[in-house]
Antibody, heavy 119, light 110 residues
Framework: EVQLVESGGGLVQPGGSLRLSCAAS????????MHWVRQAPGKGLVWVSR????????SYADSVKGRFTISRDNAKNTLYLQMNSLRAEDTAVYYC????????????WGQGTLVTVSS | QSALTQPASVSGSPGQSITISCTGT?????????VSWYQQHPGKAPKLLIY???QRPSGVSNRFSGSKSGNTASLTISGLQAEDEADYYC??????????FGGGTKLTVL
């Protein structure tokens, strides 16, 4: 059974940093593109970032470029999102999702971890 | 990276069919057959319903179907059921390894 379990969310002050983790199991993690998608309270889904299978290529939404860094450790089956210079508008539930075999669509999602940026 | 445009809400009665539109641009929906649709119930993670415009993953009901014309994609749900009441999101590949979601549509089953 495919499982994605996010952790690392919490309350952080504006300008602060946080690192999210996503532990993967039930599939060959090293063969899958992985993504982060966020959802502000009561709002829609927003794609944040993507990383290729071996970590050699990454991409970001304009809203987080230069502040967030996606990475992965295939030996630990874990995806990361390092978030720096956090702003109030980064407050959201952050989901990790697998870019699977269905034309790159996000076929499995974690349960999400809440990040709150507030003083 | 502007969000795709979806109606904020749609509604229908049990047994009826509804269609949700998703309008993008020639840089995203219009350029790639990589439109996907997701269903999200309150407090839950999204679930993939449709990929590559009109394909259904295994296990997804054939009451869900997708199509595309130009810069607009559509999701049709036939034979509406109470459990279909949820939020629905479209998503398109937008080039340069970026993706864009729609703003979401709340479906109410009357």
């Amino acid at each position: 059974e495919v499982q994605l379990v996010e952790s690392g969310g919490g309350l952080v002050q504006p300008g602060g940093s946080l690192r999210l983790s996503c532990a993967a199991s039930g599939f060959t993690f090293s063969s899958s593109w992985m993504h982060w998608v966020r959802q502000a309270p009561g709002k829609g889904l927003v794609w944040v970032s993507r990383i290729k299978t071996d970590g050699s290529s990454t991409s970001y939404a304009d809203s987080v470029k230069g502040r967030f860094t996606i990475s992965r450790d295939n030996a630990k089956n874990t995806l990361y999102l390092q978030m720096n210079s956090l702003r109030a508008e980064d407050t959201a539930v952050y989901y990790c999702a697998r870019g699977g075999n269905y034309g790159g669509a996000f076929d499995y999602w974690g349960q999400g971890t809440l990040v709150t940026v507030s003083s | 990276q502007s969000a795709l445009t979806q109606p904020a809400s749609v509604s229908g009665s049990p047994g009826q069919s509804i269609t949700i539109s998703c309008t993008g641009t020639s840089s995203d929906v219009g350029s790639y057959n990589l439109v996907s649709w997701y269903q999200q119930h309150p407090g839950k993670a999204p679930k993939l319903l449709i990929y590559e415009v009109s394909q259904r993953p295994s296990g997804v009901s054939n009451r869900f179907s997708g199509s595309k014309s130009g810069n607009t994609a559509s999701l049709t749900i036939s034979g509406l059921q109470a459990e279909d009441e949820a939020d629905y999101y479209c998503c398109s590949y937008a080039g340069s390894s970026t993706w864009v979601f729609g703003g979401g549509t709340k479906l109410t089953v009357l």
